[in-house]
């Protein structure tokens, strides 16, 4: 079967480091997404990652290892603006849908 | 456009009536996808349309849900006879293509059925 897991909430403290993993088991592989979406409003494209390694953008970095079937997305120097829920989304290459995780929510405090 | 448009952005309806709920993606995206998001809840797939076809309707939930799409562009999500459970925010996404590119959400239509 699909299956994208994430944890469901996390908090950190503004100005530090937070990872956030992501899981999956998909029958076909044809990249993984990071997307943010703030409370009320829709998600926005943060990386994308179809070769194993490290993406750096920014404060942001997302990894990949398709053998393990793991990412995660790495956020540095923290700001309260970060809280937001992150979706981890992994495109099927049978028919080029988009699988979805339930998203991880991040609480940053000061 | 320079982005996905949906419009309204807020619906709020009784029980029983019909909804229409639009979507303008961006300029050239020839995929276009809904997805619906219950509040507090992940991304629920609906439809995805590449051209004016859609290739996979396996997210309808029911067939009170009905979608279409103008060429390649408009697309239109109507759900007759609304229900209570049909209150969520109606996500509307368009990509280059299917096989390549990132997803663009639009602002999504905020649905209340009352």
């Known amino acids: 079967g699909q299956n994208i897991d994430q944890p469901t909430e996390m908090t950190a403290t503004e100005g530090a480091i937070v990872q956030i993993n992501c899981t999956y088991q998909?029958?076909?592989?044809?990249?993984l997404f990071w997307y943010q979406q703030h409370a009320g409003e829709a998600p926005t494209f943060l990386s994308y990652?179809?070769l194993d390694g490290l993406e750096e953008k920014g404060r942001f970095s997302s990894f990949l290892s398709r053998s393990k079937g793991y990412s995660y997305l790495l956020l540095k120097e923290l700001q309260m603006k970060d809280s937001a829920s992150y979706l981890c989304?992994?495109?099927?290459?049978?028919?080029?849908?988009?699988?979805w995780g339930a998203g991880t929510k991040l609480i940053i405090k000061p | 456009g320079a982005g996905v448009s949906q419009s309204p952005s807020n619906k709020v309806t009784e029980k029983g009536k019909d909804v229409e709920l639009r979507c303008d993606p961006i300029?050239?995206?020839?995929?276009l996808y809904w997805y619906r998001q219950r509040l507090g809840q992940g991304l629920e797939f609906l439809i995805y349309f590449q051209g004016n076809s859609a290739p996979d309707k396996s997210g309808l939930p029911s067939d009170r849900f009905s979608a279409e799409r103008t060429g390649e562009s408009v697309s239109t999500l109507t759900i007759q006879r609304t229900q209570q459970e049909d209150s969520a925010v109606y996500l509307c996404?368009?990509?280059?293509?299917?096989?390549?590119?990132?997803?663009?959400f639009g602002p999504g239509t905020r649905l209340t059925v009352l």
């Open positions: 989304a992994v495109r099927d290459d049978s028919n080029y849908q988009l699988i």
């Open positions: 300029s050239g995206h020839t995929a």
């Open positions: 990652n179809v």
């Open positions: 998909t029958s076909g592989f044809n990249g």
């Open positions: 996404a368009s990509s280059l293509g299917a096989s390549g590119g990132k997803l663009v």
